[in-house]
């Protein structure tokens, strides 16, 4: 199984530049460009949030019009630059979004990875939360299938990314009571998240978490005590999660890239068909 994770897209009208300088549409676009070249193709890509940049309806159709050339099917959550009834009214009648409920959260079952896609926003504020109800849901959906290989998504990292500015936040409340939950499903093989728009691992909850990396503008890695927040001229890129069947000495596990994303010349072949030399 392939999963190709994008993030953090921030389409805003067509003609407009986020931060009067970055062109979200077009990178989105040669985003989809390289995933739709990948061979083998990816099963699913997945949208771990803030697809709009202020979640109003012109902007989801804006998204529509490009994430329409995907050849992969797609699948998205919600981060806090989106709104649930804006999504459901872009996203509603396809077979993964609940159209009811307070939340947007939802199962897929068809990979060979089972994936809980989680809702971590409170409306109107840039951090997120995991509350009681949406942390008894999580429970209930990894007790109902504890045998099969799990990724649990959500757009706020649930751990300290060691980063100092102000978006940087992840949850604000629940991120401890995730990490003991966690512990108790051992069929989890990754947490995947969003919003800190630069691709970052830790432990976390007895697996391994990933907050992916952003299509438009990468924030900078700002780790001092100014707190500043800056987006770097960085190449945006997307996250290949390869579920593959001798990863471990014990078996099947899932293998996370970071592919980047740009306007550069196409690899040079080394030698073909010769893996030890690759390897070494
Ligand atoms: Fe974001
Ligand atoms: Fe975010």
Redesign the pocket.
């Known amino acids: 199984m392939i999963l190709v994770q994008i993030s953090?897209t921030?389409i805003d009208a067509p003609d407009k530049f986020v931060y009067g300088h970055f062109d979200t549409a077009a990178m989105l676009t040669r985003a989809i460009e390289v995933i739709n070249t990948m061979d083998p193709a990816p099963d699913l890509v997945l949208h771990t949030g803030?697809i709009a940049s202020h979640g109003d309806a012109n902007q989801y159709a804006a998204f529509k019009d490009i994430a329409d050339k995907l050849t992969a099917p797609l699948v998205l959550i919600p981060?806090n630059?989106d709104d649930r009834d804006a999504l459901r009214t872009a996203f509603g009648g396809t077979p993964w979004l609940p159209t009811t409920g307070k939340f947007l959260h939802y199962i897929l079952d068809d990979y060979a990875v089972r994936i809980i896609c989680c809702d971590s926003v409170i409306a109107g504020e840039t951090p997120g939360e995991l509350c009681l109800d949406r942390l008894n849901w999580l429970d209930e959906q990894l007790s109902a299938v504890p045998d099969r290989p799990t990724i649990v998504a959500l757009h706020h990292p649930p751990f300290y990314t060691g980063m100092t500015g102000t978006s940087a936040k992840g949850l604000s409340q629940g991120g401890a009571e995730l990490d003991a939950l966690l512990r108790r499903h051992s069929q989890v093989v990754r947490v995947l998240a969003?919003?800190v728009?630069r691709p970052i691992t830790t432990s976390f909850g007895g697996t391994l978490a990933f907050a992916g990396p952003?299509t438009c503008y990468p924030f900078g890695l700002e780790i001092g005590p100014a707190q500043i927040l800056s987006a770097a001229n960085e190449p945006p890129a997307i996250g290949v999660h390869l579920w593959l069947p001798d990863a471990t000495p014990t078996g099947p596990g899932l293998v996370s890239h970071v592919l980047p994303i740009g306007d550069w010349d196409p690899a040079i072949t080394i030698k073909k068909a010769d893996v030890r030399m690759v390897q070494a």
Do not use: A, V, Y
Request: charged share 20%.
């Open positions: 953090d921030h803030d981060g630059h969003g919003h728009h952003t």
